[in-house]
Structure formats: structure tokens, C-alpha cells
């Protein structure tokens, strides 16, 4: 059984960067049919899609246009896990934000992480 | 943000039929499955529906799915108290290039 758990800090401040890990247990990050992706929630913007990380040969990242020019998404291949990194925040970017797999040939999110609110605030 | 548009909320009594719809367009719905995620209070969302009508393993008959066209709807028939969560639908979208989101139904149980 697939989980996945996510750690990182609760407060960032704006212009800073927000850091989060998402740990798998039960499945590989370098896994040729899975897909590792963010989501976050916020009563302003609901659900919604970050980005992903997928091993296909070689290791590929699509992230919403919302968000490209400051996302990234890497796995660690060493601790089996994918982190996401937000660039210049501000307090719009706080929400629930989640990991997510998706299995190849399928396109849905399953399982989920846990959830961690982070609250952008000086 | 939210690409579908889903009612803010929906309600009935305890064994009601309860119909949630999911409107998109044709590079989200119209051309590529629907998902719906169930998400309890204070919990990650769960998925519910795949593939437009099918249940995962442990996912009550209760609850079915339908798409059609640009727009897809979530039933839930037999309606419990433990159904009372939030609901959301999801798909594929080919012009954004990524995953879009539903707006979201509350669902209360009176």
C-alpha cells in the first residue's frame, strides 16, 4: 500500500521561498508508472494543480502556468521522495498544500498526503 | 482558479438521491475521463469516482457516476449522515496542459 508523507515548515514569509517534502512508502519515486504531483487548497483559489515530477528515461516536470515561473519540483532518488519548491510568496500562496500520485495510464490522484497548511506571514 | 464549475452545495434527508453537477469544456471534460474526490472535514481529499462511473475498492454502490458531453454529474442515492463532506470533480485538461479542479459541493445531510 502507497503513502505518502509530507513534512516542512508551517510559516514562510513573503519573498521567501516554501520548502516541502513528500516521502513515499510502498512505491518508488524513479518508479517508470507512477507520477508525483502538488496540489494546494485555499478557500480563495480551491484546488488546485501545482505541478509533477515522472521518470520516463529520463526525469520530466510539467507545472501549471499559474505557478511556472516560480515552482520547481525534484525527486531524491537516495530518500525515495519529492520535494516542492515556491519562490517569492505571498500570502495568496497560503493554503493546504498536498502530494499526490498518479499511476501510469490512469489519471487520477491516489493515494493522497496527509495535508500541510503553510501560512505566509511576517 | 477552478475550471469546473461544480453548485455551491447540495443537500437532502437521510435515504434521499442527492445529484451533483460538473460543467467544463471540450479540452477538459469533453475530451478526457472525470474523477470526483470526497473530502471529510479536516481530511485530504479521497478519490471516489474514476474513469467517469467507476468505484474504487470499498467505495459504496451508493455513490455513481455519469459524464456526458462537456459535463459530468456525481449521484449519491441512500443518502447517510457520514456522507456530509465536501465533493469535487477533476480531469485532464488539454489546453492548460495540466489537472483542473471543480469548484467544489458541500453536501449536507438534514
Known amino acids: 500500500q502507497v503513502q505518502l508523507q509530507q513534512s516542512g515548515p508551517g510559516l514562510v514569509k513573503p519573498s521567501q521561498t516554501l520548502s516541502l517534502t513528500c516521502a513515499i512508502s510502498g512505491d518508488s519515486v524513479s518508479s517508470n508508472s507512477a507520477v508525483w504531483n502538488w496540489i494546494r487548497q485555499s478557500p480563495s483559489r480551491g484546488l488546485e494543480w501545482l505541478g509533477r515530477?515522472?521518470?520516463?528515461?529520463?526525469?520530466?516536470?510539467d507545472y501549471a502556468v499559474s505557478v511556472k515561473s516560480r515552482i520547481t519540483i525534484n525527486p531524491d532518488t537516495s530518500k525515495n521522495q519529492f520535494s516542492l519548491q515556491l519562490n517569492s510568496v505571498t500570502p495568496e500562496d497560503t493554503a493546504v498544500y498536498y502530494c499526490?500520485?498518479?499511476?501510469?495510464?490512469?489519471?487520477?490522484?491516489?493515494?493522497w498526503g496527509q495535508g500541510a497548511l503553510v501560512t505566509v506571514s511576517s | 482558479q477552478s475550471v469546473l464549475t461544480q453548485p455551491p452545495s447540495a443537500s437532502g434527508t437521510p435515504g434521499q438521491r442527492v445529484t451533483i453537477s460538473c460543467s467544463g469544456s471540450s479540452s477538459n471534460i469533453g475530451s478526457n475521463t472525470v474523477n470526483w474526490y470526497q473530502q471529510l472535514p479536516g481530511t485530504a481529499p479521497k478519490l471516489l469516482i474514476y474513469n467517469n462511473n467507476e468505484r474504487p475498492s470499498g467505495v459504496p454502490d451508493r455513490f455513481s457516476g455519469s459524464r456526458s458531453g462537456t459535463s459530468a454529474s456525481l449521484a449519491i442515492s441512500g443518502l447517510q449522515s457520514d456522507d456530509e463532506a465536501d465533493y469535487y470533480c477533476?480531469?485532464?485538461?488539454?489546453?492548460?496542459?495540466?489537472?483542473?479542479f471543480g469548484t467544489g459541493t458541500k453536501v449536507t445531510v438534514l
Open positions: 499526490a500520485r498518479v499511476s501510469i495510464g490512469e489519471g487520477w490522484f491516489d493515494p
Open positions: 515530477t515522472f521518470y520516463r528515461s529520463k526525469w520530466h516536470n
Open positions: 477533476a480531469a485532464w485538461d488539454d489546453s492548460l496542459n495540466g489537472y483542473v
